[in-house]
């Protein structure tokens, strides 16, 4: 069996799973600036290669993880080709 790296983050109790080919150390540098700054946006893809915008401010809470999982070649992080949802049968 293949398999990847998945990384899941958890923004205030809502988990994310993030497309592969984030920079996990860059996103995490990300949302710590954001919550220095009083608050931003912060954005990433996740799985289903979708863009997902999170207002990250000083009294959020993150939370990530990483586990190995399955490959699924599908999951390129291009969000020009999203996959998933409620029409992906």
Do not use: C, K, W
């Not at 996103?27 to 954001?34: T, W, Y």
């Amino acid at each position: 069996m293949t398999t990847m790296v998945r990384t899941e983050i958890v923004v205030n109790g809502e988990s994310y799973l993030l497309a592969q080919g984030h920079d996990v150390s860059e996103l995490r540098r990300e949302i710590e600036d954001a919550s220095r700054s009083g608050g931003r946006f912060v954005e990433f893809i996740v799985v289903g290669n979708r863009a997902v915008s999170v207002l990250v401010s000083p009294r959020t809470e993150v939370v990530i993880s990483v586990q190995t999982v399955q490959f699924d070649a599908r999951d390129t992080g291009d969000d020009d080709a999203p996959f998933g949802g409620f029409f992906d049968y």
